[in-house]
């Protein structure tokens, strides 16, 4: 139970570094902390806006 605890915190750092490059509040990441809800902000950050200077 504690690997999995800690297994979900390990993602909120990266998603507190991504977010903002798409436009998105960095306190967002804390929700990665629940697999559905980062999945939820990976679909946002693949098809949602646009970053600037990005390829797309």
């Known amino acids: 139970m504690i690997w999995l605890i800690l297994l979900s915190a390990a993602f ?3 998603f507190w570094k991504m977010l903002p490059a798409h436009g998105i509040s ?6 990665a902390i629940f697999p559905i809800c980062a ?5 946002i950050m693949a098809f ?4 600037e200077g990005g390829h797309g």
Request: charged share 10%; net charge positive; aromatic share 16%.
């Open 12 to 14: 909120v750092p990266p």
């Open 26 to 31: 960095s306190y967002w990441a804390i929700t």
């Open 39 to 43: 999945l939820i902000l990976l679909y």
């Open 48 to 51: 949602g806006a646009k970053r």
